[in-house]
């Protein structure tokens, strides 16, 4: 499903029990300097992401001092997270003359420790190649260094490196629980594109060779994902980013079943599996 760019004043645009990806939750919060805004989503861990700006963060008696930083677009520094636990109460106030704030979260009932992911605390890979028209960075947030005080939660930040190409490439999918092979995880995207006025094409094929469906994505587009297999591209001359959102019905490890008209690729793109291996 596409949810194209809209003013959503501060309100979820993927709230709780979402009839597209109940497992997840989104919301982007834009506030001016000096101002504040509080939430607790009941059932949903969440991460807090400065898209842009600076702020303080506190959740109960824990506090992240001056989070993100950012500059004019996502493209100006490194990201910041704070980790949330499931209902609790957080708030966080802008420091900078603004701030779009994201919020990311995954359906879990059990009550973890806030923390925060600072910039030197990311995980990064970047994989594979000009060549191929597949390469990108991706920078976890909540990743594989935080496997062990996170529930379900999954967060990262992915770049194309390079104007044009494909990401999400070998298609692959993750919407059945069938282990070792796949794990069901819901996934929700916000894309951006640099310039702004760039744009690019979500494809998603329910069906292994089968006919499926293609979404014009702009800046700010909201992808939500529940099944099938999901490329996305951006138009030659163009950058994008889109910040990535997973959440997993019955364990945090991602474990993607690659098409198999396309596997074979695997093995013709550089560094594939360790990007695979970091989604834990």
């Known amino acids: ?62 506090d ?6 950012r ?8 990201p910041e997270g704070v980790y949330v636990p499931t209902a609790a109460q ?42 191929t028209k597949t390469h990108r960075k991706i920078k976890h947030i909540l990743g594989q260094k935080q496997k062990d005080q996170v529930g379900r939660l999954l967060v990262s930040e992915l770049y194309t490196v390079g104007q044009g190409g494909w990401s999400g490439f070998p298609s692959h999918k993750h919407d059945t629980d069938r282990l070792p092979d796949e794990t069901r995880h ?3 995207y916000n894309f951006r594109f ?37 490329p996305c591209a951006v138009l ?5 980013y889109y910040f990535t959102i997973l959440g997993g019905l019955s364990q945090r490890s991602l474990i993607q079943y690659f098409q198999p008209t396309h596997a074979a690729q695997l093995h013709t793109i550089p560094g594939i599996l360790d990007m695979v291996a970091k989604f834990k």
């Not at 992240?64 to 930083?69: I, P, Q």
């Not at 802008?94 to 910039?119: M, Q």
Request: proline share 6%.
């Open 64 to 69: 992240a001092k001056n989070l993100g930083g």
């Open 1 to 62: 499903m596409h949810i194209p760019p809209y003013d959503n004043k501060n309100e979820p645009i993927v709230d709780v029990e979402d009839g597209v990806v109940p497992l997840n939750y989104f919301n982007i919060v834009k506030l001016k300097k000096g101002e504040s805004f509080g939430y607790a989503v009941p059932g949903y861990e969440t991460c807090i992401v400065p898209a842009t700006g600076l702020i303080d963060v506190s959740v109960g008696g824990f």
């Open 90 to 131: 957080a708030r966080f106030t802008c420091l900078s003359d603004e701030a779009e704030v994201f919020i990311a979260g995954a359906k879990f009932e059990e009550t973890l420790e806030p923390f925060a992911v600072r910039k030197d605390e990311l995980d990064l890979v970047q994989y594979g190649s000009d060549d």
């Open 236 to 240: 030659p001359g163009y950058e994008m």
């Open 71 to 78: 500059g004019v677009d996502v493209w100006d520094g490194e």
């Open 194 to 230: 640099r310039p702004n006025y760039g744009s690019g094409v979500q494809m998603l094929q329910r069906v292994d060779n089968e006919p499926g469906d293609a979404y014009h994505i702009v800046d700010g587009s909201t992808i939500c994902l529940d099944k099938g297999y999901h």
């Open 186 to 188: 819901d996934e929700t």
